[in-house]
């Protein structure tokens, strides 16, 4: 007689077969345990407060939001036009966080409850814990395609937790945020598509570029790599990508030339920020290296994807490490062109550290990836001896140091103050005014405790109070 199959043995399959699941939950409550709530960057305002809008009025118009509007911090991002107040930026990313408003706005409903605009900012904050979270699974999905899975999982906890990934686009409604989920769901199409053809991976692709021009317009050179693929290895099948793209961007195409008259919206006016001069070098280099906005500073971990970009380029032996190879253009590309942008400032300010590169980051995780699979991958035998021991030490510091930033900036930067979030070009080489160390000197004696939310209304799931406000 066969014994019967218990729930104790079938668990471990369960956790194997929907891993995913339970990464999921476990970067979403990560991402969602704070240590307060302090004032947001007016560049956020409107997406926080948007889906209330679409769910309240079925309008995307934000006439309701007047302490924000009558602020002079905010009102920039909040145009009249057409006497309606609008978002200045896109509105991507509050239309993909609207569903994740729609559960709480039911809950709501059933027990009652009226949100106030500190409520609405929390929520937006879950819905940001919600899309990091969804991008740092597509992370790992395609690492599990590419690397042996102890690989695929450590590139992961690169990517969530030693990365602006946790620090910049789990915290607010970011667009950056955004185009990490799309730019992660992107490649995780190809490298589906590539192990069996489907033209829904073409459509959903198409759809997925649609909304990735609309939510960030400068972002668009990363959708280099995507088209590469489609025009060299699908070209037959390309009017499928076309037709999605079409459904992803053509209500947004429609809603910036109703409302601005414009293709790209409000974001129409950016334009006058980049300036063809010398400055470009020291921008760049800005943008990598400098003390207060670099992303090699805030991120040193991602040194690492220099190395592992050279492994890609030594050996292009499939598709994905072709399409990897041209990804690596889009991400020099991008940088040289936010490096012409006129000031360093608005790339790091009100936010802890390079928030105009955060978008590029799940290519290099995988470059990174690469280079780990190439050292520690299973069964590799390559690297042995003091050269290995020498690359666990290595590797293993830049992981630590870069967790230890990214922490400091998830809990400490939020309490600090405007001076300390402010940026120029002089500041974010200013070695002796560091925002990393200002962060944690000014939030230490503020923190009184941590939380870990769900899903407004709802109570915290943990609320511990290690001291008294008062001290």
Known sequence: MQSPVRFTDTLPVIIRRYDFILLFLLLFLVYNTVSGFGTISGDVAPASLLPVALLTTHTPYLDYATPFISSPH???AFPLVQGHYVSLFPIVTPVLATPVYAISYVLCNLFGVTF???????????????????????????????FSKRIALLTTIIFAFATSTWS???????????VELLLSALLYLIIRNEKKESLVYLLLM??????????RPP??????????????????????????????????????YSIFGSVFGGYADNLSLFAVN?????????????????????????????AGFYLIYSNRDSHIRTLLLVSGLAVLLEILMYSFWNTLSASAAFCFGPRYLTGLIPILCLFTGYFLEDWFGTGKAGHQGTKQWIAVAVVGGLIVVS??????GAFYYLWSSDANKTMNDDRAWNITDSVIIGSYTTGSPKITGVSIYTLPPLPPLFDYNFRSSGT
Request: aromatic share 18%; charged share 5%; with cysteine.
């Open 403 to 408: 967790i230890c930033i990214q922490f400091i």
């Open 116 to 146: 106030t605009f500190n409520e609405f900012f929390l929520l937006a904050k879950t819905a940001a814990a919600v899309i990091a979270a969804l991008a740092g699974v597509l992370v790992y999905l395609s690492g599990k395609e590419l």
């Open 278 to 306: 010398g400055g470009f070098v020291g921008h760049l280099l800005g943008l990598l290296l400098s003390p207060n906005g670099g992303l090699f500073i805030f991120c040193p971990v991602l040194l690492l994807s220099l």
């Open 168 to 178: 910049i686009s789990s915290q607010a409604l970011w667009q950056q945020g955004t």
């Open 219 to 256: 972002d668009s050179l990363l959708l280099i790599p995507v088209i590469f693929y489609m025009v060299w290895y699908q070209r037959t099948k390309i009017h499928y990508y076309l037709i999605g793209g079409i459904l992803g961007g053509l209500p947004f195409l429609y809603y910036n």
């Open 206 to 215: 198409g759809i997925l570029s649609g909304l990735f021009v609309f939510n």
């Open 74 to 76: 905010y009102s920039y």
